[in-house]
């Protein structure tokens, strides 16, 4: 029984396309995220939500659109992927901010 | 602006060494948490420990055991016995006490041989 489901664990696609990773959490969460995680293994906040408002976007480019439809889930559209986007992306859940996150398996994005 | 640093980029040791993981952080706050994640080859992030900047209690669970010390912001991670198991890349990360993001360090690579 998963806390944090992402689909897919795997996404390839080409230069242009848009494509979307949907997560989902069971815990009972107020508060979701999107970390992205690059080449380097550095994990940075991308957005954070709050009851299905957002509370932060941490300069993101526009191309990237988050929506949370209910308290459980938060997706991630990407418009025009370019090369850089390459790169692991995390959700997570916690019950309110400050407290401890549980992450996703992570979706492993490969633009080519 | 909230910084986490992990001087370490790799460690290397022979199976029951024990072994620190150190973490330093640098934050404006009064009251902040502080988390350890471990992510295995497997690639999840597992959650392993978040203390309040008000404990300064150390903390032991099993083989793995915690030193806060708010004097010189660090908040280190010791391993008593390691195991291949414990191979893994290690995060120290940071948040604010009501915040709606951690800020991770760039993480330790261990390697543990047999």
């Known amino acids: 029984d998963t806390a944090v489901s992402q689909t897919p664990k795997y996404l390839v696609t080409q230069m242009g396309n848009d494509k979307s990773i949907k997560c989902e959490q069971n815990?009972?969460?107020?508060?979701m995220y999107w970390y992205k995680q690059d080449s380097k293994k550095f994990l940075k906040i991308m957005f954070s939500y709050n009851n299905k408002e957002l509370i932060i976007n941490e300069t993101v480019p526009n191309r990237f659109s988050p929506k949370s439809p209910d308290k459980a889930h938060l997706n991630l559209h990407i418009n025009s992927l370019e090369l850089g986007d390459s790169a692991v992306y995390f959700c997570?859940?916690?019950?309110?901010?400050?407290?401890?996150?549980?992450f996703g398996q992570g979706t492993r994005l490969t633009v080519v | 602006a909230q910084k986490v640093t992990q001087a370490q980029t790799e460690i290397s040791v022979v199976e029951k060494e024990d072994v620190t993981l150190d973490c330093v952080y640098e934050?404006?706050?009064?009251?902040?948490?502080l988390f350890w994640y471990k992510q295995p080859p497997s690639g999840e992030l597992v959650f392993l420990i978040r203390r309040n900047s008000f404990d300064e209690q150390n903390e032991i669970s099993g083989r793995y055991s915690w030193n806060f010390q708010k004097s010189t912001s660090s908040f280190n991670f010791t391993i008593t016995a390691s195991q291949v198991v414990d191979s893994a890349v290690y995060f120290c990360?940071?948040?604010?006490?009501?915040?709606?993001?951690?800020?991770f360090g760039a993480g330790t690579i261990l390697r543990v041989k047999s």
């Open positions: 990360a940071l948040s604010e006490f009501y915040g709606n993001k951690l800020v």
């Open positions: 997570a859940s916690s019950r309110t901010g400050g407290t401890e996150a549980f």
């Open positions: 815990l009972g969460h107020d508060t």
């Open positions: 934050t404006r706050d009064t009251t902040y948490y």
